[in-house]
């Protein structure tokens, strides 16, 4: 068992429908868990990777009547390096 999560960030608010077609996603072998966030407006799910691929959980949240805007990178790529240092001029 393969565990992943992907995050989206939605445009509209979903309505009461939507909101309980997205509960009743748990109920879907392989979906773990599902956190939203209202203030940043997303939502994260956890998924066996054995069972369902990113493709198919975006399609469940959009035919339970989400407005998925983005998929949303979980971590920030780490900063590049500094430039290396410039020798110092022979006197």
Do not use: C, W
């Not at 939605?10 to 868990?33: D, F, H, Q, W």
């Amino acid at each position: 068992m393969t565990q992943l999560d992907v995050l989206y960030r939605y445009g509209v608010p979903p309505s009461e429908a939507a909101t309980l077609a997205i509960a009743n996603l748990r109920e879907i072998y392989g979906v773990r868990k599902l956190d939203f966030d209202e203030a940043s407006k997303t939502i994260r799910i956890e998924y066996d990777a054995s069972r369902l691929t990113e493709p198919v959980i975006h399609q469940l949240l959009r035919r339970a009547g989400l407005d998925i805007v983005e998929t949303m990178a979980m971590f920030a790529p780490p900063a590049p390096p500094p430039p290396p240092a410039e020798p110092a001029p022979a006197v």
